[in-house]
């Protein structure tokens, strides 16, 4: 099994920057793809990035291309979403999230972090 943390939410104005990282442990690591998901109240948990850890290869929803950038350091076994020019519509806890296969849908990530909260403030 792998274990993930995630750190670097907070509170930031509209038009800020936030980098969140993913700290990751266990005997399972590395997976095959890392991923980003968010949360809003009252929404649905909805897929934001992702990366293959042996290429370094990765993927943007539209919603934050241009905006948003994930990376990885392997000495570090960490994952990063650099987010810039953030939006109110931004705001939802973030979670992190581990899968075997290359895949944008939620029920094929099988480990997860507890989430941190971004506030993007208009």
């Known amino acids: 099994q792998v274990q993930l943390v995630e750190s670097g939410g907070g509170l930031v104005q509209a038009g800020g920057s936030l980098r969140l990282s993913c700290a990751a442990s266990?005997?399972?690591?590395?997976?095959?793809?890392m991923g980003w998901f968010r949360q809003a109240p009252g929404k649905e948990r909805e897929f934001v990035a992702a990366?293959?850890?042996?290429?370094?290869?990765?993927y943007c929803t539209d919603s934050v291309k241009g905006r948003f950038t994930i990376s990885k350091d392997n000495v570090k076994s960490t994952m990063y979403l650099q987010m810039n020019n953030l939006k109110p519509e931004d705001t939802a806890v973030y979670y992190c999230a581990a899968a075997d296969l290359i895949t944008t849908t939620i029920s094929q990530y099988d480990s997860w972090g507890q989430g941190t909260q971004v506030t993007v403030s208009s």
């Open positions: 990366i293959v850890w042996s290429t370094g290869g990765s």
């Open positions: 266990g005997r399972t690591f590395p997976r095959l793809t």
